[in-house]
């Protein structure tokens, strides 16, 4: 189980004393800007960011990580990452109007970086360690998926320098 705020993960014990990894849940989506997104197979290679709001409440908490991820790594080829609005409970039949109401309100520059989850919401919260509120989750994975470090604190400097530091490790783990 994932636990902590700002903490290195990546393996937990399993049955038997096992270590096992812990993994995203797969997505199969697409960007508001229309491109195909399957994580993780997208992340080979790569760093992978994410940040996760299960609320309408969440929607600043995610907006404040995502400009300064997207100051620091929009463009990068070793680091990709995305804001992701947990969009699976919303009735089929509103899901349209909600995912057109929250593309309305991202930038052109912002649309290639956001991706909506539209299944396995349980998979998601287990994954965020996800307690309830409007907090945005950040997860910071491997090449693998294999989650690597997450917080659900607000964006300050002292948040966000942890996040740099856990997605640094990883880039010079992977030679980049």
Known sequence: MVVGIGCWLGASK?????????????????????????LPTDLKGRVGVLVVGFSQGSR?????????????????????FYEM?????????LRGYVTGK?????????RPHFVPILQDEAGWRTVTGYSGGDDAYVVVMDGAGVVRWQTHERVTDKTYFKLQRAVEGLRSGIGQ
């Open 14 to 38: 399993g049955a038997g004393g096992a270590e096992t990894a812990v993994l995203i849940p797969d997505v199969r989506g697409t960007s508001f800007s229309g491109q195909a997104v399957n």
């Open 60 to 80: 600043d908490a995610v907006k404040d990580w995502g400009v300064r991820l997207s100051a620091d790594y929009e463009g990068s080829a070793a680091v990709v």
């Open 85 to 93: 609005p947990v969009l699976a409970g919303v009735p089929r039949l």
């Open 102 to 110: 929250i593309k309305d309100s991202v930038s052109e520059r912002g």
